[in-house]
Protein backbone atom coordinates (compact mmCIF):
# COMPACT_ATOMS: atom_id res chain seq x y z
CA UNK A 1 0.00 0.00 0.00
CA UNK A 2 2.61 2.39 1.08
CA UNK A 3 4.48 2.09 -2.29
CA UNK A 4 1.37 3.60 -4.11
CA UNK A 5 1.79 7.49 -2.39
CA UNK A 6 3.26 9.62 -4.38
CA UNK A 7 5.44 10.81 -1.86
CA UNK A 8 8.34 9.44 -1.01
CA UNK A 9 9.08 6.84 1.67
CA UNK A 10 11.71 7.82 4.33
CA UNK A 11 13.52 5.09 6.45
CA UNK A 12 13.55 5.55 10.42
CA UNK A 13 16.31 3.42 12.41
CA UNK A 14 16.32 3.66 15.92
CA UNK A 15 19.29 5.12 17.82
CA UNK A 16 20.71 2.50 20.48
CA UNK A 17 22.95 3.48 23.45
CA UNK A 18 23.52 2.08 26.63
CA UNK A 19 21.51 3.15 29.60
CA UNK A 20 22.36 5.34 32.16
CA UNK A 21 21.70 2.26 34.68
CA UNK A 22 24.41 -0.16 32.61
CA UNK A 23 28.17 -0.11 32.74
CA UNK A 24 28.61 1.44 29.25
CA UNK A 25 26.78 4.10 29.90
CA UNK A 26 26.10 6.52 26.32
CA UNK A 27 28.29 4.52 24.47
CA UNK A 28 27.06 3.05 21.88
CA UNK A 29 25.30 -0.55 20.77
CA UNK A 30 27.15 -3.13 18.99
CA UNK A 31 25.10 -5.87 16.93
CA UNK A 32 25.14 -8.70 19.82
CA UNK A 33 22.93 -6.44 22.06
CA UNK A 34 20.45 -5.69 19.34
CA UNK A 35 17.33 -8.26 19.95
CA UNK A 36 15.80 -10.00 16.62
CA UNK A 37 12.37 -9.40 17.83
CA UNK A 38 11.24 -5.73 18.46
CA UNK A 39 9.40 -7.21 21.64
CA UNK A 40 12.55 -8.02 23.47
CA UNK A 41 13.28 -4.23 22.79
CA UNK A 42 10.04 -3.03 24.48
CA UNK A 43 8.19 -3.18 21.18
CA UNK A 44 9.78 0.18 19.81
CA UNK A 45 10.51 -0.58 16.50
CA UNK A 46 14.25 -0.95 14.65
CA UNK A 47 13.49 0.38 11.62
CA UNK A 48 9.98 2.22 10.31
CA UNK A 49 9.38 3.12 6.55
CA UNK A 50 6.95 6.04 6.49
CA UNK A 51 5.70 8.97 4.12
CA UNK A 52 3.37 11.33 3.49
CA UNK A 53 0.20 9.95 3.71
CA UNK A 54 0.79 6.30 5.95
CA UNK A 55 -2.00 5.62 7.99
CA UNK A 56 -0.36 4.43 11.53
CA UNK A 57 -0.96 3.14 14.59
CA UNK A 58 0.26 4.84 18.16
CA UNK A 59 1.92 2.43 20.40
CA UNK A 60 2.70 4.45 23.39
CA UNK A 61 0.27 6.19 25.61
CA UNK A 62 1.51 10.07 24.87
CA UNK A 63 -1.36 11.54 26.65
CA UNK A 64 -4.58 9.29 27.84
CA UNK A 65 -6.73 12.80 28.28
CA UNK A 66 -6.63 13.88 24.93
CA UNK A 67 -7.03 10.17 23.51
CA UNK A 68 -3.44 9.92 22.28
CA UNK A 69 -3.09 6.00 23.54
CA UNK A 70 -1.69 3.20 22.50
CA UNK A 71 -3.75 1.67 19.47
CA UNK A 72 -4.91 5.27 17.92
CA UNK A 73 -5.15 5.51 14.56
CA UNK A 74 -3.92 8.44 12.35
CA UNK A 75 -2.35 9.51 9.17
CA UNK A 76 1.31 11.03 8.32
CA UNK A 77 0.60 14.90 7.21
CA UNK A 78 4.26 15.30 7.14
CA UNK A 79 7.66 14.57 8.12
CA UNK A 80 9.89 17.28 9.64
CA UNK A 81 13.49 16.47 9.14
CA UNK A 82 15.65 19.49 9.28
CA UNK A 83 19.24 19.01 10.35
CA UNK A 84 19.73 21.50 12.91
CA UNK A 85 16.47 20.12 15.21
CA UNK A 86 15.20 16.87 16.33
CA UNK A 87 13.48 15.17 13.67
CA UNK A 88 9.04 14.65 14.46
CA UNK A 89 6.39 13.50 12.73
CA UNK A 90 3.09 15.15 12.10
CA UNK A 91 0.21 13.23 12.26
CA UNK A 92 -3.45 14.10 11.86
CA UNK A 93 -5.97 11.68 14.41
CA UNK A 94 -9.38 11.74 13.50
CA UNK A 95 -10.71 10.38 16.30
CA UNK A 96 -9.78 13.07 19.14
CA UNK A 97 -10.03 16.75 19.44
CA UNK A 98 -7.18 18.45 20.82
CA UNK A 99 -7.39 22.30 22.51
CA UNK A 100 -6.35 24.69 19.95
CA UNK A 101 -3.71 25.81 22.75
CA UNK A 102 -1.98 22.26 22.38
CA UNK A 103 -2.07 22.37 18.21
CA UNK A 104 -2.47 24.57 15.45
CA UNK A 105 -4.71 22.10 13.64
CA UNK A 106 -7.02 20.71 14.55
CA UNK A 107 -6.54 17.36 15.54
CA UNK A 108 -2.72 17.05 14.30
CA UNK A 109 -0.13 16.35 17.06
CA UNK A 110 3.68 16.63 16.59
CA UNK A 111 4.99 13.27 17.28
CA UNK A 112 8.30 12.88 18.61
CA UNK A 113 11.35 10.16 18.73
CA UNK A 114 10.44 8.07 22.35
CA UNK A 115 12.78 6.57 24.42
CA UNK A 116 12.40 2.92 25.32
CA UNK A 117 14.51 1.62 28.54
CA UNK A 118 15.30 -2.47 27.93
CA UNK A 119 17.40 -5.36 29.68
CA UNK A 120 18.77 -7.15 26.69
CA UNK A 121 21.80 -10.39 27.43
CA UNK A 122 22.47 -8.56 30.65
CA UNK A 123 22.20 -5.07 29.48
CA UNK A 124 20.33 -2.01 29.53
CA UNK A 125 19.65 -0.61 26.63
CA UNK A 126 17.99 2.73 25.30
CA UNK A 127 16.14 2.22 21.91
CA UNK A 128 14.96 5.64 20.16
CA UNK A 129 12.60 5.57 17.36
CA UNK A 130 9.19 7.14 17.11
CA UNK A 131 6.12 5.02 18.66
CA UNK A 132 4.09 4.48 15.61
CA UNK A 133 3.42 1.39 13.29
CA UNK A 134 2.49 1.44 9.73
CA UNK A 135 -1.35 0.46 10.34
CA UNK A 136 -3.24 0.03 6.83
CA UNK A 137 -5.03 -2.64 7.83
CA UNK A 138 -7.31 -3.48 11.40
CA UNK A 139 -9.27 -6.26 12.50
CA UNK A 140 -13.06 -5.39 13.40
CA UNK A 141 -12.44 -5.12 16.85
CA UNK A 142 -10.31 -2.15 16.50
CA UNK A 143 -12.48 -0.77 13.98
Known amino acids: ?????????????AQRIFSNNDIGKNQNV???YIPPDDRDAGGLPLHINLSVG????LIRNLNVEYGLVNGALGTVTQLNLHNNSEPTIDVVFPDIDLPSAITDLPRSVKIMQYDQEYLFNG????RRNFPLLPCW???IHKV
Open 1 to 13: MQSLLTSSIHKFT
Open 30 to 32: SLE
Open 54 to 57: TKVM
Open 123 to 126: RYII
Open 137 to 139: ATT
